[in-house]
């Protein structure tokens, strides 16, 4: 079942209003369009006559060991996906040894989540609130769970003009806390506008575990934040969602590697729906690809099973895609493996 058919049985499942939620992004959507055509837009120049016999696509991310570079990118509303919600995530990562990226505000709960967790890291991603010590508070509390990084999400200084939901009258609802019910919330109210790269140095210095900043669309402040401190870089239109118009990440991806050098891992999410996406990202200098919308629609259609049967696709397509260009190991996966002149037409 591939991504068009696992939104088609999502929505039979489910109201118009989550699956456009889920779906949808700013605006014309032209950036949402070109996450995806950007990756088709780079070719393979495949190796022959090696020998393939035994591929692994096992990694490390941030020194922790995962079975691929596939990692599922944080969400929220992944309870309205299916009862379990990120609970049901949590467990398919952990049975297929995959990163989980945790969406700390309005996912569910952190520790239902880290009580999940097996062999396979899992990382904390966060929006910066205005009130500093929600954010900070819930941040300490998850880091003793054993959430082993914190990713900051940079790219929300204001919400997305986000047609579909416009049109749903969709709403945000806050995380449940102290026993209190969800309060509708807007996310152009409660988000911190002013975050610059000295609060990106804050956090570093305060959070205790490796800090990932997620947002990132540019060379010169992707080295920026590496300065101040963080460790990755997660290079993200926010699967075009935020700014229409904004770059496909595939194609500024190389210019962010070169700009980190080996001073920091990167990684990127936006557009990644087969194995074949996830070794051309790897060949422009990713560590990691972050997968979103294929994770949620899987969720909404068979929960567990559903993101299980998603990721071990994904897996299987990249061991495929790498043995069929003739490497054996992540390590051998390099930018000589693309075709140069396709890049970016």
Known sequence: MDHDELERTAREAHPPDFCDYVAGGAEEEATLRDNVAAWGRLRLRPRVLRDVAKVDLSTTLLGARVASPVAIAPMAMQHRACDEGPVATARAAAACGNLLVFGL????????????????????QVYVMKERARTVDAIARSIEQGYSALVLTVDVVRQGNRLRDVRNDWRFLSDARGGTPPREEDPNDVF???????????????????????????GDDAARCIDAGAAA?????????????????????????????????????????RGQHAVKALALGARAVLVGRPVMWALACEAQRGVEFVLRSFNDEVERTMALCGATNVAEIDRDLLLVRDRGL
């Open 233 to 273: 870089v997660i290079v993200s239109n926010h699967g075009g969602r935020q700014l229409d118009g904004a770059a496909a990440t595939a194609d500024v991806l190389e210019e962010v590697v070169d700009a980190v050098g080996e001073r920091g891992e990167v990684y990127v999410d936006g557009g990644i729906r």
């Open 192 to 218: 911190d506008r002013s975050l610059d790269f000295d609060d990106v140095a804050w956090f570093c210095q305060q959070s205790g575990v490796p800090v990932v900043v997620k947002g990132v669309m540019r």
């Open 105 to 124: 505000f309005g996912a569910g709960s952190a520790a239902n989540v880290a009580a999940e967790r097996a062999a396979a890291p899992q990382w904390l």
